[in-house]
């Protein structure tokens, strides 16, 4: 059975280039971003792990935490970094976890079982770990996405992704597509138009069953 949304993440010891953590403990009471490679020095990943880099003060803001996941040492993540840093225009101040054993890796569902790194592999071997997960401070799985080897990860939409889910959390309401921050919510249909009136104080009926509104500053 794979990970699925609202499920637990697994509570792995991992080791990273800043040290091992265990997940739980490093979420703590953060929002968390985990997105996952199939190798260091390649292209697509580099570019990727350098437009997370430039994002490291929305990540601040946002309280979310960053880890990177790699199928390969921590040595190679050390060396790694300063082409990321170069390519990037940012430094890469986050921890990538080594997954050469790709624990992580089926752990997360990224690969099956019987999975291995055989001699002389190349990125193809773990082409299906290159996956993005967000997880909210209850440790519980709030998002995934799963890329191809091709297709560059857009981390805008990752971060609008991420303030969709916190202000969905917070304040108990869902979000339309191509949501953004300031935009209306929508109103769940349990909630009553009396109340939604006293939570959001006048409110567009769009069907029976689409409310929106404002939040509240």
Sequence with gaps: MGLRINDTIPNLTVETDQGPIHLHDWVGDSWAVIFSHPKDFTPVCTTEFGAVARLDEEWRKRGVKVLGVSVDGVEDHVRWKSDILLAGNAEPTFPIAADKDLSISKAFDML???????????????????????????????LSMTYPMTVGRNFTEILRALDALQASTRNGVATPADWQP????????AVSNEDATARFGSFETVLPYLRKAKLRA
């Design 182 to 189: 300031g935009d209306a919510v929508i109103i769940p249909v």
């Design 112 to 142: 099956p079982a019987e999975a291995y790194l055989p001699d002389g592999r190349t990125p193809n071997d773990t082409a299906t770990v290159r996956s993005v997960f967000i997880v909210g401070p209850d440790k519980k799985l709030k």
